[in-house]
């Protein structure tokens, strides 16, 4: 809702005053204007000179008629959000207000408490991204020889976007970013948006990426486009594969490279005649796709009755002003600011639904995983209450400058494959053959494939060791690998002693951090019942021995035998990302130590989270 000033002047000095007066009055720095928009205005007034001018200027109004009137006028909208219980500091889960047992009452029950639902696709993230290179704390910003990073199980590309985009200025060499993934859904989403981000319009191309990336449903203009401009694309490509048919090797693994190229950067997609096949089935989606059965396949997971309990107990950690627009977001499915319009977001995202009618991700999936809170908050002034709007405004202006960045002159190119990781090494030998030098990365983020349920420490190594760069030609080559699981099969293998030892060696920070708690202790209020307790229980798992059961990991794992097998050695400072990056980090006396620790309890993330680095050894 703008409200508009139209005010004619004549004479120099009155113009200026005035106008002054309107930017000082009306867009002074607020919880509506940020101050880096209020700067620009009154750097722009400062230099309007004589002569009469018309100024017309859209204010968010921070007048209290405008406010009142407005407030009067859609009372019965605004009543719904503006007391909604779970703003409400005392909010409490249904199950307490029952008086009914949880389904977290055994405080050893690991399972129950992050107990998945829905399918186990990551078209998201579950850590905040990073930028691989940190150019400025390794290279330095006067390196200018190409690089070359490897994403063997990419997931989503935001890792990608956040090291192209962080590149120096200065830097003038060729970025070249491998990014591989062997589930289809996640090859197609990222080859689509990449695509987008060359040939989409300079206009909306960045919004149709945050929407396609994010949200369950687009515009109808969002949609025409992409069928407009890149499935022809990819209808292209099929075309000269039918063209081939008639050769002798008509096998659906054929893989066929296409590059699509705009001024000096370049997606290159190198897939299989099936995967191709599939592709358009991405722009299309699914047969007898409409809005209302994507609807209800998104809301059988989202909103299940079973997982009413889970859902509460996610809010109950989050802080008060957090709680509605997660619930919003969780019901309509939207990335926008809590009080924008989602009324022309009408057209199921084909990008989710590309063959069945079914919501494809967990239940527990959240755009804010893949990124780091404190950013997104950042520059967002004061209205950082509205954490989703905060998170689309920090992706706009992200994927904003990683537009300009592609079609500036920097030399930029993506290889997007679809792989099995363990196969990678084959794979680029043979894609090796049309280059005069071998394939070897400067950067190789391995995600947690490491972690035992999937390909281990030994076999990672073993697998992407011989693909990073010797120290001769780039000392600083490294090899990154996550562990999300490691903690906890080890606390599990030790009896699950964690968080009991860290309920005994931090119960006065636990009570400190939970105030009622003691009370509610001392009046030996059912631990069944009692939320609090849940969270509690929480919070004993961010404050545990995590080191411990790391060391434990790695010498169940022999980290250093594979090490040794794989030619390369772990870091001993790490250079591009902490090695604990969700670690409560402050002791409990210094500034902001328990706000650092509520927004750690809200992020869903356990404390656990650990990075290696890895080097050539010799």
């Not at 904003?400 to 363990?422: D, K, M, P, Q, W």
């Not at 009570?511 to 849940?534: C, E, H, I, Y």
Request: charged share 25%; net charge neutral.
């Amino acid at each position: 809702m703008l409200s508009l000033q139209i005010i004619s002047l004549q004479g120099q000095d009155s113009t200026l005053k005035c106008m002054k007066w309107l930017v000082d009055r009306l867009l002074r720095p607020s919880r509506w204007v940020f101050a880096s928009t209020y700067a620009a205005i009154s750097r722009l007034v400062r230099t309007v000179l004589g002569g009469i001018v018309l100024i017309v200027l859209a204010r968010f109004a921070k007048d209290a008629n405008w406010y009142r009137n407005c407030q009067q006028e859609h009372w019965e909208i605004h009543k719904v959000d503006c007391k909604f219980p779970y703003l409400r500091k005392s909010w409490r889960p249904a199950w307490e207000e029952e008086h009914r047992t949880s389904l977290f009452t055994s405080e050893d029950d690991s399972e129950s408490l992050f107990k998945h639902f829905g399918p186990l696709k990551y078209l998201w993230g579950n850590m905040p991204a990073y930028d691989v290179l940190k150019l400025p704390q390794n290279e330095g910003t006067d390196y200018h020889r190409d690089l070359r990073i490897l994403f063997p199980a990419c997931g989503d590309f935001r890792n990608a976007i956040l090291s192209t985009e962080g590149l120096p200025h200065e830097y003038d060499g060729l970025l070249e970013c491998f990014l591989n993934d062997r589930d289809l859904d996640v090859v197609a989403r990222n080859a689509i948006m990449l695509l987008l981000a060359i040939f989409g319009d300079p206009h909306n191309a960045c919004d149709m990426i945050l929407h396609i990336w994010y949200s369950a449903s687009i515009t109808s203009e969002m949609l025409g486009e992409l069928r407009q401009k890149i499935l022809p694309l990819i209808e292209d490509v099929l075309a000269k594969i039918e063209d081939r048919s008639d050769q002798s090797d008509q096998s659906d693994h054929q893989l066929f490279s296409r590059i699509f190229k705009v001024g000096s950067c370049s997606v290159r997609l190198v897939l299989s005649r099936e995967a191709w096949q599939s592709m358009p089935a991405y722009l299309l989606g699914a047969p007898e796709l409409d809005a209302s059965n994507a609807k209800m396949a998104r809301t059988s997971i989202m909103s299940a009755p079973s997982r009413k309990e889970y859902w509460e107990r996610t809010l109950f950690n989050c802080p008060p002003a957090w709680r509605l627009g997660a619930e919003h977001q969780r019901t309509n499915g939207v990335l926008l600011p809590f009080a924008a319009s989602r009324s022309t977001f009408t057209e199921p995202n084909p990008t989710f639904f590309p063959r069945t009618i079914d919501w494809p991700m967990m239940d527990s999936s959240d755009p804010l995983h893949d990124w780091d809170c404190h950013l997104v908050q950042t520059g967002c002034g004061n209205a950082k209450a509205d954490i989703y709007g905060a998170l689309y405004f920090y992706l706009r202006g992200l994927l904003n400058r990683f537009y300009r960045h592609l079609h500036s002159s920097a030399n930029t190119s993506f290889v997007v494959l679809h792989e099995n990781a363990i196969d990678l090494p084959e794979l680029l030998r043979d894609l090796q053959c049309s280059q005069s030098t071998p394939l070897l990365f400067d950067r190789i983020d391995c995600s947690n494939i490491a972690d035992e349920e999937y390909l281990g420490i030994k076999q990672t190594l073993a697998t992407v060791g011989p693909l990073l760069k010797p120290k001769s030609e780039n000392p600083r080559a490294t090899i990154l690998t996550l562990f999300l699981n490691a903690v906890d099969k080890a606390d599990a293998s030790s009896g699950r002693t964690g968080r009991r030892e860290a309920f005994r060696q931090h119960y006065n920070t636990l009570m400190s951090l939970n105030p009622w708690a003691s009370q509610t202790f001392q009046m030996r209020k059912s631990k069944q019942q009692d939320p609090g307790f849940v969270r509690i229980v929480g919070d004993a798992t961010l404050l545990r021995d995590h080191e411990k059961f790391f060391n434990m990991h790695m010498e169940n794992q022999d980290f250093r035998e594979a090490a040794i097998h794989a030619g390369v050695k772990m870091k001993r400072y790490h250079t591009i990302v902490e090695a604990w990056p969700m670690r409560w980090k402050k002791e409990l006396w210094e500034p902001g130590a328990k706000e650092e620790f509520e927004l750690l309890r809200a992020s869903g993330h356990t404390g656990s989270e650990r990075y290696v680095e890895w080097v050539k050894a010799e």
